[in-house]
């Protein structure tokens, strides 16, 4: 699993609850502030904080996308 982070992208091992009574993945990774890439059977995602800085940077600078991923590589 992959987490993009302000300080760089982590991969990590992730473990979801199983439990009958647990909620989707989606919505567990999303209670721990982490943004799903995908909908169905998410492998990678992004902090609430790196989301954060990415559109105050985008709004300040105009930095693209690709450019701000390269920037915390």
Same mark, same amino acid.
């Given at each position: 699993? &992959?987490?993009? *982070?302000? @300080?760089?992208?982590? $991969?990590?091992?992730?473990? !979801?609850? +199983?439990? +009958? &009574?647990?909620? $989707?993945?989606? #919505? #567990? =990774?999303?209670? *721990?502030?982490?943004?799903?890439?995908?909908? *169905? #059977?998410? $492998?990678?995602?992004?902090? !609430?904080?790196? =989301? @954060? *800085? !990415?559109?105050? #940077?985008? =709004?300040? &600078?105009?930095?693209?996308?690709?450019? !701000?991923?390269?920037?915390?590589?």
């Amino acid at each position: 699993f &992959s987490v993009i *982070h302000i @300080n760089g992208i982590h $991969h990590i091992h992730v473990v !979801f609850c +199983g439990c +009958g &009574s647990s909620v $989707h993945t989606q #919505q #567990q =990774l999303l209670h *721990h502030g982490w943004f799903p890439t995908t909908i *169905h #059977q998410p $492998h990678m995602c992004a902090t !609430f904080m790196v =989301l @954060n *800085h !990415f559109h105050l #940077q985008m =709004l300040h &600078s105009k930095v693209t996308a690709t450019h !701000f991923i390269a920037t915390i590589e």
